[in-house]
């Protein structure tokens, strides 16, 4: 109803008796004051939207100083595994296999009997060899007796010169005749102790190529058995060349300490690590023309035969130790339109600003930062998507490790309750309840439990 209405509706009073003109003239009164109070209040309505717009609150933020940490460096590599010793077990005489004295896979000792080939052959040869040399040994006898006669005798001119110089140089042929009997003979004595093949080290033998009645020959390809030494064993790594000279480069400026250990750490191909740990043996000098990486050794404990030859593994090693390290959390970095790593700090003057970073390595959740941020920045980490560069927003510190510092709400005094019973206030004609008695601000109310972040000013 507005105030024209109003108007007109008395002027249409005239013609009612006047008794009923004056009810009902009351009653527009009463009408035409709840119009005047409706555009007041639709004025003031007006009037406080503009003031409740200017008092939006600004965004809230997660900030964390940065603070320098130590931190040793460790790098991941690829590696094999490969037997401590390796004994490819051949033949070194030819003959038929008669006996294989060994269970395949099992553990044996240097020196274990594996084969028997037939010794017949040489064991023939053997004795033959040996009555050679007896026999040269009983010629050199009658040799050195006639020698030492026709030197007494050419010495008061019995026999010639020609006689006495014949003997001598018999004694000496005799002489030479055992030396070659006597190598004859142990050769024969080797070749029958080949027949027995024995191991050359202690370890693990795998499958025999041959059985019983099996042909061999001596120094063939083919090996009857493969012996490998498995405790200790050893671990073949391989590093870019590239990663290795940035390393001796961080050393050598001091930008790294030496950790002053080899240990070695090893994770195994279904993700498990391996309990003992190893030490580095050495790095190889040369770097591999098609892959440009170098190889490095590393030399594990492996008394429960855990690792075996040609395993794939991963192996931890200590690059070094950086005592003033800058780690920042890895959700606190976001990559711009190029792709370069940025984050955002809050400056002295409590704005918004976005710095490049330059980044190393990741180390768990955490980037570890070359350049970019130093000691004592403020960064933030949680909502960086409410703020950009320039924004003065609501900073709330968290610790280092990104949790809230603060105390709990139930350590913090209680805020003022409002009355728990309020009297309604009567509506209009003293009829119902009016409007509910104003309760407390939400944005002012604190949380419901659990602890606070501490807001910086």
């Given at each position: 109803?507005?105030?024209?209405?109003v108007?007109?509706?008395?002027?249409?009073?005239?013609?009612?008796?006047?008794?009923?003109?004056?009810?009902?003239?009351?009653?527009?009164?009463?009408?035409?004051?709840?119009?005047?109070?409706?555009?007041?209040?639709?004025?003031g309505?007006?009037?406080?939207?503009?003031?409740?717009?200017?008092?939006?609150p600004?965004?809230?933020?997660?900030?964390?100083?940065?603070?320098?940490?130590?931190v040793?460096?460790t790098?991941?590599?690829?590696?094999?595994?490969?037997?401590?010793r390796?004994?490819e077990?051949?033949?070194?005489?030819?003959?038929?296999?008669?006996k294989?004295?060994?269970k395949e896979?099992s553990?044996?000792?240097?020196?274990?009997?594996l084969y028997?080939i037939d010794p017949?052959?040489?064991?023939?040869?053997?004795?033959?060899?040996?009555?050679?040399?007896?026999?040269?040994?009983?010629?050199?006898?009658?040799?050195?007796l006639?020698?030492?006669?026709?030197?007494?005798?050419?010495?008061?001119k019995a026999v010639?010169q020609?006689?006495?110089?014949?003997a001598?140089a018999?004694?000496?042929?005799?002489?030479?005749e055992?030396?070659?009997?006597?190598?004859s003979?142990?050769?024969?004595?080797?070749?029958?102790?080949?027949?027995?093949?024995?191991?050359?080290?202690s370890?693990?033998?795998?499958?025999?190529?041959?059985?019983e009645?099996?042909?061999?020959t001596?120094?063939?390809s083919?090996?009857l058995?493969?012996?490998?030494?498995?405790?200790?064993?050893?671990?073949?790594?391989?590093q870019?060349?590239?990663?290795?000279?940035?390393?001796?480069?961080?050393?050598?400026?001091?930008?790294?300490k030496?950790?002053?250990?080899?240990?070695?750490?090893?994770?195994?191909e279904?993700?498990?690590?391996?309990?003992?740990?190893?030490?580095?043996e050495?790095?190889?000098?040369?770097v591999e023309?098609?892959?440009?990486?170098i190889?490095?050794?590393?030399?594990?404990?492996?008394?429960?035969?855990?690792?075996?030859?040609?395993?794939?593994?991963?192996?931890?090693?200590?690059?070094?130790?950086?005592?003033?390290?800058?780690?920042?959390?890895?959700?606190?970095?976001t990559r711009?339109?190029?792709g370069?790593?940025?984050?955002?700090?809050?400056?002295?003057?409590?704005?918004?600003?976005?710095?490049?970073l330059t980044?190393s390595?990741?180390?768990?959740?955490?980037?570890?930062?070359?350049?970019g941020?130093?000691?004592?920045?403020?960064l933030?980490?949680d909502?960086?998507?409410?703020?950009?560069?320039?924004?003065?927003?609501?900073?709330?510190?968290?610790?280092?490790?990104g949790g809230?510092?603060?105390?709990?709400?139930a350590q913090?005094?209680?805020r003022?309750?409002?009355?728990a019973?309020?009297?309604?206030?009567?509506?209009?004609?003293?009829?119902?309840?009016g409007?509910?008695?104003?309760?407390?601000?939400?944005?002012?109310?604190?949380?419901?439990g659990g602890?606070t972040?501490?807001?910086?000013?």
């Amino acid at each position: 109803m507005s105030i024209i209405s109003v108007a007109n509706a008395v002027d249409s009073l005239d013609g009612l008796p006047r008794a009923f003109a004056g009810r009902r003239a009351a009653r527009l009164a009463v009408a035409a004051g709840f119009v005047v109070a409706l555009a007041g209040g639709l004025a003031g309505c007006d009037d406080a939207t503009p003031h409740a717009a200017g008092e939006m609150p600004p965004p809230e933020v997660g900030v964390m100083t940065v603070t320098p940490e130590r931190v040793v460096l460790t790098t991941e590599l690829p590696g094999r595994t490969t037997a401590y010793r390796i004994a490819e077990v051949r033949p070194q005489v030819g003959g038929i296999i008669q006996k294989r004295l060994f269970k395949e896979g099992s553990e044996i000792k240097a020196g274990d009997l594996l084969y028997q080939i037939d010794p017949a052959s040489y064991q023939a040869a053997y004795d033959s060899a040996e009555a050679s040399l007896d026999k040269a040994e009983a010629t050199l006898n009658s040799l050195q007796l006639k020698a030492k006669r026709y030197q007494q005798l050419s010495s008061i001119k019995a026999v010639s010169q020609q006689d006495a110089d014949d003997a001598d140089a018999s004694l000496k042929q005799a002489e030479a005749e055992i030396a070659v009997n006597k190598a004859s003979l142990e050769t024969a004595r080797i070749n029958l102790d080949y027949t027995r093949v024995t191991s050359p080290i202690s370890g693990r033998i795998g499958k025999s190529s041959v059985t019983e009645g099996a042909l061999v020959t001596a120094s063939q390809s083919t090996t009857l058995a493969t012996v490998q030494q498995l405790d200790p064993i050893y671990v073949d790594l391989t590093q870019s060349a590239t990663e290795a000279m940035r390393l001796r480069r961080a050393l050598s400026e001091g930008r790294l300490k030496e950790g002053g250990s080899a240990k070695v750490k090893l994770i195994l191909e279904d993700g498990t690590p391996y309990p003992l740990e190893g030490t580095l043996e050495f790095s190889d000098v040369t770097v591999e023309e098609t892959t440009g990486a170098i190889t490095m050794r590393a030399l594990f404990p492996n008394p429960e035969s855990v690792l075996l030859p040609g395993m794939y593994v991963r192996a931890i090693t200590e690059d070094g130790v950086d005592d003033a390290a800058i780690l920042l959390p890895q959700r606190a970095v976001t990559r711009d339109s190029k792709g370069d790593a940025v984050a955002l700090f809050v400056g002295p003057d409590g704005k918004i600003v976005q710095r490049a970073l330059t980044l190393s390595r990741a180390i768990g959740d955490r980037w570890l930062v070359a350049g970019g941020a130093t000691a004592g920045d403020r960064l933030v980490v949680d909502g960086v998507q409410k703020v950009r560069p320039g924004v003065t927003p609501k900073v709330v510190e968290l610790a280092a490790a990104g949790g809230a510092a603060g105390a709990p709400a139930a350590q913090r005094p209680a805020r003022e309750a409002p009355a728990a019973e309020a009297p309604a206030a009567a509506g209009p004609d003293g009829e119902g309840p009016g409007a509910p008695a104003p309760g407390p601000d939400p944005a002012q109310a604190g949380p419901a439990g659990g602890s606070t972040p501490t807001a910086a000013n």
